[in-house]
């Protein structure tokens, strides 16, 4: 069955970049009807969707955070990743990746996630 | 972007019983070209992520129980649980897809009383 798995640092510092990198298993990441996307939730809080990709590389952003992250997929490992560039403590969080739902015009909801990587930005 | 607002924002209630949870969008999530509330609600446990349990506002993923049900239209939406069970104790979002940014309510957080 469909597996997502996230994988990167735990620990980043300050005004440097966060990678981290999703591996799907069970699918191909080719789907005509998924994107693949990141969601984080910071220490007692909510969710925020950061951005998406589909596999061909069309991406959306949160435009909250468009100046500083960039999603990529490669498709021969069936992984897709997450750079969000001069982070702050305020990017300390759970980073999900998430399989979205997708119509062909619209990116819908998620319905399977990964289990969630911990990122810490600290010195 | 699209706020969305849960009510209330945590509730704790006796098991058998009924639980209800609002969720209210500043603006429509209704596409009247299809008729469809672009509204999602999930369920999250300690140290889990996120569980898909409705999408289009009341359609039930496979194998969530018909215990959850989804409610609601426009800006108003409504997640009840007809018979709490232990196992039902989770931070519960909603979600709009209408627009991008995608957005969440803050989560009401649900336990035992």
């Known amino acids: 069955q469909l597996q997502l798995q996230e994988s990167g640092p735990g620990l980043v510092k300050p005004s440097e970049t966060l990678s981290l990198t999703c591996s799907v298993s069970?699918?191909?990441?080719?789907?005509?009807?998924?994107?693949w996307g990141w969601i984080r939730q910071p220490p007692g809080k909510g969710l925020e969707w950061i951005g998406s990709?589909?596999?061909?590389?069309?991406?959306s952003y949160n435009p909250s955070l468009q100046s500083r992250v960039t999603i990529s997929v490669d498709t021969a490992k069936n992984q897709f990743s997450l750079k969000v560039r001069s982070v702050v403590a305020a990017d300390t969080a759970v980073y999900y990746c998430?399989?979205?739902?997708?119509?062909?015009?619209?990116?819908?909801?998620?319905?399977?996630w990964g289990q969630g990587s911990q990122v810490t930005v600290s010195s | 972007d699209f706020v969305m607002t849960q009510s209330p924002d945590s509730l704790a209630v006796s098991l058998g019983e009924r639980v209800t949870i609002n969720c209210k969008s500043s603006?429509?999530?209704?596409?009247?070209?299809?008729?469809?509330?672009?509204l999602a609600w999930y369920q999250q446990k300690p140290g889990q992520p996120p569980k898909l349990l409705l999408y289009?506002?009341?359609t039930r993923e496979s194998g969530v129980p018909d215990r959850f049900s989804g409610s609601g239209s426009g800006t108003d939406f409504t997640l009840t649980i007809s018979s709490l069970q232990a196992e039902d104790v989770a931070v519960y979002y909603c979600?709009?897809?209408?627009?991008?940014?995608?957005?969440f309510g803050q989560g009401t957080k649900l336990e035992i009383k």
């Open positions: 289009w506002a009341s």
């Open positions: 069970g699918v191909s990441i080719t789907s005509v009807s998924h994107y």
């Open positions: 990709i589909f596999y061909y590389g069309d991406t």
């Open positions: 998430a399989r979205h739902v997708w119509s062909g015009t619209y990116i819908y909801y998620s319905d399977h």
């Open positions: 603006q429509t999530v209704l596409y009247s070209s299809n008729n469809k509330n672009y």
């Open positions: 979600q709009q897809y209408y627009a991008t940014p995608q957005t």
